[in-house]
């Protein structure tokens, strides 16, 4: 019966602490907390409450069996040793470093030829319209293509025979 009167009234103050943010505009707000305050009675209804208590009892049995029982440190042990083999398992597995992890690629074969960044084609056909190519001639006599921000991308790929 005193579990009843406790939960119907968690149950109200919920709902009043929802009314007086929908009053306040709060709509987002105010539904979260009427579904919070439906939970006591629904514990209560559904007869929820006696196997929280239940639950209570076997934590508060294992909680002081842990102070006592070596068989529970060694399970204590046994739990953090695998917690931290599954990190570091994943934190190589990211970096890596993990054998199977690193496939094998084959070198270059030699120096990649230069290639234009416009096809030939396409200049001639550009130039024979009439049309003056994308960019004037840069101090170092190369063609201004609109790609000048990505030549460090290009000597990268290049280096790596990409």
Request: net charge positive.
């Amino acid at each position: 019966m005193l579990s009843a009167a406790v939960s119907f009234l968690l149950t109200a103050g919920g709902v009043a602490v929802a009314g007086l943010r929908a009053y306040r505009r709060r709509y987002l707000s105010a539904t979260r907390w009427f579904a919070v305050a439906l939970l006591p009675a629904g514990l209560y209804l559904t007869g929820l409450f006696p196997l929280a208590s239940t639950i209570g009892r076997a934590f508060t049995d294992w909680a002081a069996k842990l102070v006592l029982d070596p068989r529970v440190w060694a399970g204590i042990v046994l739990l953090g040793v695998s917690a931290v083999l599954l990190v570091a398992t994943r934190w190589a597995g990211r970096r890596g470093t993990a054998v199977e992890a690193a496939p094998t690629r084959p070198a270059a074969t030699g120096p990649t030829p230069e290639r234009p960044a416009v096809a030939p084609a396409a200049k001639a056909s550009r130039n024979q319209a009439g049309g003056k190519p994308a960019g004037g001639k840069q101090a170092g006599g190369r063609q201004e293509d609109g790609l000048g921000d990505f030549a460090d991308i290009e000597e990268i790929l290049r280096k790596r025979g990409i």
